[in-house]
């Protein structure tokens, strides 16, 4: 059993950039990743969607720990490509891929392409100590830019614009003001007064 002086939450990931982009909505909770549990496994993403592989990792983080925890799941869905890569997001280029040639990729398919809207959006799972499970759920609606724009972030946000931001991607956004539009922002608000209003 892990102890903490605060409650703690287990966030099934071994993304140190996503942690900490959520300890910083969750400074109530003491916030521990695979990692910080001694989970070194790396936990097949088998499902059909997006809500599906988040419980996937969930139950398997609570089935080691019998803890409270969650798990996310994240898609890029964009409307000229059908809503690719959607649950294939983060492996879209292939088993060897990483986050430069996911965004190749995505840029070569929507080469000449002027209709670019897309969204994010985010799965996250939670799973009580008692093994009850809740389900929430983050979009963020924006567009693909013709190229790689801003050094922050991590993924896809270099060229990812959200709607209502003058053009701007997550990248050339402070960690602040993503998180306030973000689709995994958004899910993980909804997760956070969902704890406030239990606890």
């Known amino acids: 059993m892990i102890e903490s002086p605060r409650p703690t939450l287990l966030f099934a990931t071994h993304n140190r950039n996503k942690a900490a982009e959520i300890a910083r909505m969750t400074d109530r909770y003491d916030l521990l990743t695979l990692d910080d549990a001694g989970v070194t496994a790396d ?5 059909t969607d997006l809500a599906g592989n988040a419980l996937i990792k969930a139950r398997f983080l609570h089935s080691l720990t019998g803890q409270a925890c969650f798990a996310d799941d994240t898609g890029l869905e964009v409307d000229a490509l059908g809503g690719e890569p959607g649950v294939r997001t983060a ?3 292939g088993p060897e891929c990483d986050p430069d040639r996911n965004i190749d990729k995505l840029l070569a398919a929507l080469e000449g392409e002027t ?16 093994g009850s499970e809740t389900m929430f759920e983050g979009v963020c609606e924006g567009a693909i830019a013709n190229g790689r724009k801003g050094d922050g972030g991590f993924g896809y946000d270099p060229i990812f614009q959200p709607e209502g931001h003058h053009g701007l991607t997550f990248a050339q956004m402070t960690m602040e003001e993503k998180n306030k539009v973000s689709h995994r922002g958004k899910a993980l608000r909804a997760l956070v007064r969902f704890l406030n209003e239990k606890r």
């Open 91 to 93: 492996r879209y280029a």
């Open 43 to 47: 936990i097949p993403e088998t499902a």
């Open 115 to 130: 209709f670019r809207r897309a969204r994010f959006r985010t799965a996250i799972a939670f799973i009580d100590e008692d």
